[in-house]
């Protein structure tokens, strides 16, 4: 399988490449390094290691959406919170909360698990496993795709260009006029390409391209699909019930940054209002939707404040030590479906080492 030429000039490669980062993992594990490195950081550091996934599932050949939001498969995932348990202290939103006001400090070693998004896969895949191995997580949901349960608006437009049987896809608003390829890989690299440019855009233009690929491939999202489904309210309170905590994702999964004041604070007040509505209290955490530093600010920070969000989340590469300076732009490491459990441990042991580089967006040009 060979992905074609002009798509890997026009957008680069996606090989199964070793990278660096693995490669050195893969001894500093194989030497035995990695406790030996953890605990030297930790006379330095203490701080909070906090864990972002988006979907745990198997992919198969025919899975037509964005692959970069399949974190891990159900064995890694399982082999990855049992090193969490065995090595790690989990802990979970309230406890960093509580010691953000003044209660207990974190342990050494504090891991916080979190999911964005609110697939279904989280639910009938990763809570199990979560349970099992007495792991906390938070799940950071989109509370209208709750409500609808209809697909999320970014993995419908990688959907609809991995499967579009037009010759070309022509987005002059992302600066992007080139022939679709037969090879799915191709497609998938492809998708990359099409959502960097995306939330390049404004709100208003991201929803102008959104609306009119539909409207082209006559696929309205409204469809749906069985591999893109959010959870129900019923699973999420099932998992409430069960140790978990859920937090807030906006209601329709915008940039938060990128809106006008009036719709910033729809997207924040009906997001708490529904979560409380439904789960019984307020959440006291939110993660903001795509995450960048784009994707947040200021303006947003107050409006989340305000509606008694307690901490929250970017999607910038990094570990924080928490504080009240930083309680509302605390950093995650992303885990990704490349990570394998030499690489995932390196990341634990020490992320500046070994975890990915906070991705940046591409301009177009
Ligand atoms: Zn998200």
Known sequence: MSLDPAIVAAYGPRPAVVSRRQRLAEYASAWGMLPL????????RRDLRVLAYHRVRDVAREFAFDRALVSASPARFHSQMRHLRDRFHPVSCREVVAALDGGPALPRDAVLVTFDDGYDDNHAVAFPILRELGVPA????????????MPYAYDWVAHLVVTMSDARLRLPELAIDVPLPADRDARHALTGTVLDRLKYLDDAGQQGVIDELQARCGRPRAAGHVDCRPMTWDQLREMRDGGMEIGGHGVHHRMLAKLPD??????????QARLTAELGAPAIAVSYPVGGPDAYDARVIDAVRAQGFRIGFSYINGVSVPD???RYGLLRVAVEADVDQSWFQGILAAPELFSHATKLRVYPS
């Open 37 to 44: 490195l953890r605990t030297v950081r930790g006379l330095f």
């Open 138 to 149: 938070t799940f950071f949901v989109a509370t209208g795709h709750i409500d609808s349960g």
């Open 262 to 271: 009036e719709a910033l604070l729809a997207e924040v007040s009906e997001c």
């Open 324 to 326: 009240d300076a930083n």
